[in-house]
């Protein structure tokens, strides 16, 4: 079964750090570019972040910009979210979602996000 | 960036009733679009890919059309199971997914 499974969400203080994971199972891990999807409580969804399936090419929402890190581990199939001073405002679900796009000749072209993982809630607060 | 507006917000109709949502993008996106279904408590579930092209197992009431900057999501028969929030979702370039606000679809 093609399968997402997002760890490590939970409580944390304003300025603190929390380390999400994704792990992937049922398909090619390596041959896929990579996602992470936040919802705020009550809100829509919101893109943060992209990574190619080599992790040369990697995209993150401004709202995120420098404060959030992708990175993907193709031996071990999984995804990972390092999230560093984590606001109020960072509070969500976040899911991790398979890319269905492509890179090609050093360029990457996104395409619909066909799988999801079942999200892990953030929530930032003292 | 690309804006998606999409719209109504929310609405309501019976079952059997036919369900129209539009999304607009702020420049020609061709029909790089993608529409997604979410229950409440439960992951986003892609319905519908460039445009118009129905994802594997999702019944044939649902449907979409469009490209360039206009786009058209249809429920043909609403049905009970229906119930959920709809977002477009814009993939013309990268950085990519920019979503819609959500359409949440509710039974009179």
């Known amino acids: 079964e093609v399968q997402l499974v997002e760890s490590g969400g939970g409580l944390v203080q304003p300025g603190g750090s929390l380390r999400l994971s994704c792990a992937a199972s049922?398909?090619?891990?390596?041959?896929?570019?990579m996602n992470w999807v936040r919802q705020a409580p009550g809100k829509g969804l919101e893109w943060v972040s992209y990574?190619?399936?080599?992790?040369?090419?990697?995209y993150y929402a401004d709202s995120v910009k420098g404060r959030f890190t992708i990175s993907r581990d193709n031996a071990k199939n999984s995804l990972y979210l390092q999230m560093n001073s984590l606001r109020a405002e960072d509070t969500a679900v976040y899911y991790c979602?398979?890319?269905?796009?492509?890179?090609?000749?050093?360029?990457?072209?996104?395409?619909?996000?066909?799988?999801w993982g079942q999200g892990t809630m953030v929530t930032v607060s003292s | 960036d690309i804006q998606m507006t999409q719209s109504p917000s929310s609405l309501s109709a019976s079952v059997g009733d036919r369900v129209t949502i539009t999304c607009q993008a702020s420049?020609?996106?061709?029909?790089?679009l993608n529409w997604y279904q979410q229950k409440p408590g439960k992951a986003p579930k892609l319905l519908i890919y460039?445009?118009?092209n129905l994802e594997t197992g999702v019944p044939s009431r649902f449907s979409g059309s469009g490209s360039g900057t206009d786009f058209t999501f249809t429920i043909s028969s609403l049905q009970p199971e229906d119930i959920a929030t709809y977002y477009c979702?814009?993939?013309?370039?990268?950085?990519?997914?920019?979503f819609g606000q959500g359409t949440k679809v509710e039974i009179k």
């Open positions: 979602a398979r890319d269905r796009g492509y890179c090609s000749g050093g360029s990457c072209f996104p395409g619909a996000f066909d799988i």
């Open positions: 049922g398909f090619t891990f390596s041959s896929y570019e």
């Open positions: 990574i190619s399936s080599s992790g040369s090419t990697i």
């Open positions: 420049q020609d996106i061709s029909n790089y």
């Open positions: 460039d445009a118009s």
């Open positions: 979702q814009q993939y013309d370039n990268l950085p990519t997914g920019t």
